[in-house]
């Protein structure tokens, strides 16, 4: 609106047309200027103005399926290499009650680590209500079903094949586009916000670029008959609701640094190897979240991305490698498939998701292996159709009771069937059959040694 936004200063003494000022701050208020995070807003009415919160009791229906605190003590933190189903669209649920956590580490309380996500619904939220989390950020990756969302800043269409990111505390309120059922993943951050990777070497352009993020602009609503609205906030793992006699959608001008934004992935500029070697999946990063408490170059969160692009290296293994790694992986597929799961029974699907946590091995299926590493290296379009994400953290990621069991989605035999037949390709050279250790030599003759097949090869 023509003249709502204050020129030149952010509180005057009365606003434009009778507009209320209010600040909204992302980061503490003397954080550095490049990680500053704060928006100045022109409502009708200050959000402040709302009846008390109460929670909604745990266990009813609409309570919210996250283990409440103490947060850490409900999770199963195991090693084990986990790798579930399709999880199922949900026809009766609208975006609240559709999140289901999976995994996570830390606690919303202490503004320490992450959540991870599953929704599902069917419904739009209904109409005068609204939702914010205090918990974190949102980072939501649709898989399918758009999601037309009102936020207080203004309004975002995301797609599959896009993302959004909604930050700590913002309102909003979810519909399905076209009513058609949504599902996807959420990544909430509850400590620090995400930013775009450095570049280094890479210089000033490529992989996910400033340019191609979009931010909505003010979006209200005027509510002249002062209807009652409900307001559902997440507030340390608990659902609280609170009425107003007023939209939450009523800002009128903002401006600042503390915004939702939308990004879509088929942007993404992807950067390999043009010689040898299969390069760290670090250069997929879409965006990441430092971790200030474990070091420069370390996440609570990365977002990557395995686009289709060109695999051209020479003389190369050329799908991962296998690896044990300090980062927990969680992964998921938007659509299409994963150039590195061929196998599998369930194998891994759209919409399904797999969990390698700190240390633990993997790498590809046995198929993959036999295939990779017999094929003739042409330059080789891989992903054509198909988008794969990662949330990975410096965290140990545990597992919720509804990720581990009541889902009924986990593969039992996903360790079993992509790396326990993994066939043992090992040959000794006959020539090193003639320096062995007294105690190798002892080993073959008395039948005690781990290999026999290397003696049969020498006779
Ligand atoms: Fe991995």
């Known amino acids: 609106m023509e003249g709502a936004l204050p020129v030149a200063a952010n509180a005057p003494q009365q606003n434009a047309h009778g507009l209320y000022t209010e600040k ?160 996807g993943f959420i990544l909430e951050l509850y400590e620090g916000h995400f930013h775009l990777p450095e570049l280094g070497p890479i210089g000033s352009n490529g992989l996910a670029n400033a340019r191609d993020f979009q931010a909505p602009v003010a979006y209200f609503e005027q509510d002249y008959e002062n209807t009652e609205h409900t307001l559902y906030g997440k507030f340390g793992g608990v659902l609280f609701s609170a009425s107003q006699a007023h939209s939450p959608f009523d800002v009128v001008a903002w401006h600042g640094l503390y915004y939702p934004y939308k990004y879509d992935l088929g942007r993404f500029n992807t950067i390999g190897s043009i010689s040898y070697d299969h390069p760290d999946p670090s250069i997929f990063t879409v965006l990441t979240a430092p971790s200030y408490a474990h070091g420069p170059g370390t996440a609570v969160a990365d977002f990557v991305i395995f686009p289709p692009r060109w695999l051209v290296a020479e003389k190369t293994f050329r799908p991962p490698w296998y690896h044990r790694n300090t980062m927990s992986e969680f992964m998921s597929l938007i659509s299409g498939s994963y150039d590195a799961k061929a196998g599998g029974k369930g194998g891994f699907q759209p919409a399904g998701a797999s969990l390698h946590n700190t240390m633990s091995g993997h790498g590809p299926d046995m198929q993959t292996f036999e295939k990779a590493s017999t094929a003739e290296l042409q330059p080789a379009r891989v992903g054509e159709g198909s988008m794969a994400f990662m949330f990975e953290s410096c965290l140990m990621l545990g597992v919720t009771e509804w990720g581990l069991h009541t889902c009924e989605k986990v593969q039992e035999g996903y360790n079993r069937e992509s790396w326990e037949p993994l066939k043992v390709h090992f040959k000794r050279p006959a020539a090193e059959m003639t320096v062995l250790s007294a105690e190798e030599k002892r080993g073959y003759e008395n039948g005690t040694a781990k290999d026999m097949s290397s003696l049969e090869d020498v006779g």
């Not at 996250?66 to 949900?90: A, C, E, G, M």
């Not at 975002?156 to 909003?172: A, F, K, T």
């Open 24 to 183: 909204l701050s992302g980061t503490s208020f003397t954080a550095p200027r490049g990680e500053n995070q704060q928006s100045w807003l022109y409502r009708i009415l200050p959000s402040a103005s709302h009846q008390n919160f109460t929670a909604v009791p745990a266990g009813s229906s609409s309570s919210l399926d996250t283990p409440t605190p103490n947060f850490q003590s409900k999770f199963h933190v195991i090693p084990n290499q986990l790798r579930w189903d399709p999880f199922d669209l949900d026809p009766e649920v609208s975006w609240i009650h559709s999140m289901h956590l999976i995994a996570g580490a830390g606690d919303p309380t202490m503004k320490s680590g992450l959540g991870i996500f599953v929704y599902a619904a069917g419904k739009s939220m209904p109409e005068k209500t609204a939702f914010y989390s205090a918990d974190g950020d949102y980072l939501i990756v649709p898989q399918h079903g758009a999601l037309d969302i009102q936020t207080e800043l203004g309004r975002l269409l995301v797609r599959p094949n896009e993302i959004c990111v909604i930050p700590r505390g913002i309102r909003y309120r979810i519909t399905l586009h076209n009513d058609e059922p949504v599902r």
